[in-house]
């Protein structure tokens, strides 16, 4: 103990500890005493230990001994904290010198039942990494999966983790090194790859990873690297499984950076492969949507994993790009639409990193631009900042060029606007991005009246732009660029607007002085314009700096307004005058005159104009251009329409007291007739004007109400609806002026066509159908009327047909009437010019009441006159009418978008979108009838685009919520759908499941099962059922073999049903499920009775099982064949026909089981040109145990009919040897030849049951129950059948060796064992003619069995057949050496039973002797019970032998030996029980010679003394003592 001393002391160093052997022995004491030392002292002693390890090499033998020390301290002291990771510490120094040594701690045999210390798993983790390690990678994984089964504990879960996170790093860096160091490790890239799989699978299958937990963490970890080991093919599989497993983490709040991290290092590898699949590819929805999840989380940037999270998402959406780039880019552009600022910027991050690296296509370009602008559109404050940053990305890449890259430029400006409240550093970044753009483009923007706000801001930036380019030596803008005033501003209209803009010059600050210092910039110094050239450069070189000057003296109040116009005046002149061109001040002219006209509201700048523009024409020389623009000016058509528009709109709302609007739209109605409105802008402002005046006044009883006398009331009543008619003749006339724009004037009214109001909505309706009737009326469409938004404009007539107010509803119908008109009148006119005929009376099969209140026949009407886009647009948006309040209304939307898809389904767009939508809004709990007609449009919409629609809805995460059950209901409903759907689920299900490739539960052929447990429940789908029958049983029966073959995580639930009101919901697992599809196909199909057999034979729970499966298939086909028509049972022998010698073994075995088991039905047999003998044979010949025994069956089955006879009478030698195989082998190789027998010729009964009876009595005593019951009971059978043709000698001796067999086995506890012998024992008393024993055969049961094998063996004994009696004893002398205990002991009853009946003193001594050697035979027998048995046969045997002396002398023995010795006999003469042998005789002579020599002298003696005595007792001498 001195090395315990020794550390206790306080003077101790790390220079007094040698790591000697000496010291490792005391060492040891010391931690063996351990527990009697303080903790100070093991810490001291383990620091110490463990310092001198790291400072000094160790020879191995030491290193092992110190180990072992340390592990078994672990073992058996279980430290912890401190103490345990000081003890890891020193397992890491000893692995430092040796890592093998403390590797191979692990499988010490302690281990094998119990998990090693978490100290060594952690040492061994880390020691993995080492070098020197790497030999030791292949066998500690190998251990490790074992311990990752016994782990249950978190403490035992993390350090397992140690280890196997060691592993896959270590395996990963030397796989990533190349094939040359594949060498190093123990083992194989392959294996490797393997071990990974298997890892995977047990961490699924046996740890509970669903919870926010450090053991769910570290396994994240380890999966994650996992994923680059696992050969691609399994990895893709396995897609599906990891997505749920991955969001259901989400929901528990595991750390994010784990997730992204698993998911980053998923995708990863994928791509590693060269591309996703399709697993990925159908999961990118589930995918992304977790990784925005992730991104928006906040980053916190001394969190170094809040920081890696965002890294490895944003890393995950670049390589989804690069493998999906369309379909990525348009799942991240659906989160642009959210409403969620922080999904938002999330987008834009994700835009921003992936764009940079991906190649930028056109479409990419446009898509992108339309989420940029969708975000303009929003303008989310939280979003502005990210969304500029993206967008100054955006026009490096050149994204401005696209025309909607305007938008973008405008959102910036709008931004930047002097009075905007934005940070600076949005402003700042704002400048950036303007300067970015060019300059002419730029002075453009500067120039356009919406960018009034930001004038200040980017007249400063282009005129710090053309200064810098003038030092540049670049030319400025308008001696160049004017060319092009398409593009960009006229110099004209520059001058105009800079010059007007400095009317004002201290409006919001700098106005006047940034306008001046941006012509200052532009002038033309340094070239010779033929428009503007020196001259006016030298005037602004010396004008603009004074007039600058002027302005900083004075301020807003000082300065004289009147002196500073005048001074822009004469300034403006000069230029003019140095101008001097007349067709530049034509232009010139114009653009003032324009201004005059559009732009100037001040009357202050108006007054100003019209001086600038005198002065233009002063200037000009050209006399019949100043005619021409004097003429110009005295007309002011703006200005009058524009003052008619005000009236309008001054207008109250609530009351209609004048008559300002009547007068006023018809002044304007008049105007138009002389000036047509070009403009669409100017229309659309008209008509919203007149529009909201009229239509939005109170109704006209409300109108009466306020009046104060009845005149009043009168009057205004008459006033509405003159003014009705002035809007309608305003609208006739803007219809006549453009014909083509109709659809739009209609669309104006779609506000108050959707109002709550009654009559805001029946005025506009008024307004629609007085339009549309008087288009109509034309007759004559020279200019043809485009409806290009003709859907749209359907769905807002057509929705109002069933509106709550009658009067609405008859409008609606006349509108509705009067466009289908115009549709039909504008076809026949094309029709007519193309030299077509005419169609008659297609006008009169519609009317105005035929559209009334009947939303069907509309949209049948319309079918053929809508385009795809119309068509679509027409669904989309009557999809928004399925919200409505009115319950009319919403029913109209529903039954409008049903009756479109029953006439044109066929031919709808954006399928997606829509099937979206109407999924999406009946979510929200429709209307019962809107819900019921939603569901039939959408039926209508997959049996027209099932490929389209069915994927989609298969898609959606399991369980489904009771939208998606119900509309695969709804599938169920019409049968054109439901067979679509059928066909294409069938075929989901056939083509998953055609090639063995994964063993791993993948999503979409369990999601078609769900899809059919409810489609199938409905009671309208079974005339498509029984059209599909055959193949979609097939299908499912396949599909369930492959889900009960996966490892299936408990209480998995992926379908629900709801079992009605006040009930709970019934869940179903994969299994359960395809089960329940299963019945209901039969259910649908009309066939009950096969489920009810089904349930009657347990077949559902032998479908279950894998092992029982086939089982199951032939029990459910036998409920096919007893319930299912002839035609059916052909319709399935010819699917399953192509598939018998499928690649597939799923596949195979159900073909062939139903191959087997339908030749039970004699149709099904006698098909012609079947060589079904043949394939059933080849089957019994290959190795698989149940190819066996289905071929056996099927041939079972084919002797049940005639004309089989003679072929299967020729393979009963070749059956016969499957009577010594596998059980069920062996049941079905014995029913095969009962069959034969029992349906067999006459001829050949006795001959075949002859020739099987040596193979099949060993059966009847069979150890296996099943196959002892299957053999006795067709015995019965065969009985029964060979009593009827009177057997012969030969067949008799052949039934009487089945008796003993039989009355041994009817000893069996098993009831129906007992059964089985009692039949079979009733017909073998038949046949041998026991009929008095048939009876008590007939009704044996288990409480009684003994008694009739008692009373079997009275009658026996009494046939006085002593013979038969012999070799019955004979034949149950074999079964004593049996290996079953049962049998021996029953043996022990029969023989028993047997000798109770017999005299056994007139047996032979012989027969005697060898009935006491057999019985004894088992006095040491190993079961006690047997042998108490024998002791007490044998007792009774001497007592039945002996009745008057229980006990038997030495001198009796001797005396029966002598009389056997020398041949003498008694008086009495024995009966022989057994058949004598020659040499046994021979052997008998021997014996006598030897003994009659030695006994010689004695005998002469005894035998005179019996010669006097034989005669009265002769059996005295052989019993006496003397």
Known sequence: MSFVVMVGSSEITDRNLDVSEKNIKDFMEALQVAGQLSADNVLQTLKLLKVKILNNKMATPRCQKVTDIIVDYMKTMKPEGELEELCTEVLLALGFQSPGIVIFKLWDRWHLNNLPPNGLLVAVGRLIFCQGADPYIGVTWEYILHLLRMAQKEDDMLAVCHVLKGLVISARKHLDLGTKNDEIMDITQEALSIKAYLTLRVLFNRWSLRSNNKVTEEALVIIGHLFFLIPPSKLKNQVNRLTRWLMTLMSAKVAPFYISQCIFQLIDALALSGCGGINLESQLGNIIGMLFKQLSETVEDSNHHSVQNHSLALKAFYILTKLYNDRVVTLIRENVESKDPAKIVSTIQIFTDVLQKVPQTEQLKNEVMHSVIIMIQEDLKPVQRALLNFIEMLIQHDYLAPPQGSIIINYVIKLSESDCSNEEDIQLTCSKILQMVTLPKLITLVCQPRNTLAFVPLSKMATKMALRARSLGQVPYLSSFHLRPTQFISPQKLLTHLVMFSLKPYREGEFGVSSLRLLYALHPITSLHPVINSNVGQLWMTEIPQMLQMLDDHTEKSLNQEEWEGRLLQFSSQSLLAIDDDSWLEQLIKVVLERINYFSDDDEEKAFLYKFFGFTLRTSRNIKMVQM????????????????????????????????????????????????????????????????????????????????????????????????????????????????????????????????????????????????????????????????RLGCLVRLLAMRCQDPVDNICFLSSQAVYNLYRILLLQKQMQRKKQGLWEEEGKSEVYSANVFYNNTFEIAKAFAEYFTEMQLTHLVLTAMEGLTDSKATVSLAAAQLMSAVMKERGRDMIKIEEIVEGIVGRLNLQLEPNTQEETMRAMCLLAGNNTHRVVPMLLNKTLPWDRTNLALWKAFGTRRETTISVLQLLIGILEKLHSREESREMAFQPVAVTCALCEMLSGSLCQEAVQELYPRLLLAILHHLYWVIEQNVPQKMVVYNREEGPGH?????????????????????????????????????DLLSSPKFYYIGIMDLTSGIVKNCEPAILHRILNLIRNILYSSNYHRRILARTFYAQLLWHRSVAQTVGQDFLGNLIKWTNEPNIIMKEVGLRGISNLALHPGQSESLKSQ???????????????????????NIICFGKQQNTKVVFCSISKQLRPLINDERDLVKISATSALGHMLHRVHKFKPGAITRREIYSFLVPLLLSIQDNNTEVVKACGGALTEWTKVIGWSSLTQTFQHTTLSDHIQVLEETCKYLVGTKKIQLVGEFLSQSFDFLTSPQSFLREAAINFIGLTIKRLTMKRIHEDDVELLQNAIGSLRNDPVESIQSLVTTTLKNLDEYLNPESISATRMSQLSNNIFKVTGMKTSERKKRLFKTVKQERDDDDNQKKNIWNWLRGPLNSLGNWHNRRVKTTPLIIGNSDK
Request: some cysteine; overall charge negative; proline content about 3%.
């Open 1064 to 1100: 709970k919901s019934k869940p179903f697992d994969p299994t359960s499920c395809a089960l329940e599809v299963v019945k209901l196909v039969f259910m649908a199909a009309a066939y009950e009775g096969v489920v009810v057999y089904a349930n009657q034979h347990h077949c559902w």
């Open 1212 to 1234: 009963v030698p070749f059956l016969r040897d499957f009577l010594k195989n596998e059980a069920r082998v062996t049941m079905q190789a014995v029913k095969s030849l009962r």
């Open 629 to 788: 623009m004097l003429s110009a000016i005295l007309q002011t058509v703006h200005e009058e329409l524009q003052e008619r528009e005000e009236l309008i709109r001054e207008e109250p709302l609530n009351s209609i007291s004048s008559s300002i609007r009547q007068r006023a739209m018809n002044f304007i109605t008049n105007f138009r007739k002389l000036h047509p409105l070009t403009e669409v802008e100017e229309r659309t402002e008209l008509l919203q004007t007149c529009f909201q005046s009229v239509l939005c006044l109170p109704s006209t009883e409300d109108l009466q109400k306020e009046a104060s006398s009845s005149q009043e009331a009168q009057a205004t009543e008459d006033l509405l609806m003159e003014t009705l008619q002035s809007l309608l003749r305003l609208m006739e006339t803007l219809i006549v002026e453009m014909p083509s724009q109709i659809q739009y004037c209609l669309e104006h009214l779609n506000i108050w066509l959707n109002s709550q109001n009654d009559n805001e909505r029946e005025r506009a309706m008024w307004c629609a159908a007085r339009i549309l009737g008087f288009t109509a009326k034309w007759n004559n469409f020279g200019v043809e009327i485009k409806f290009s």
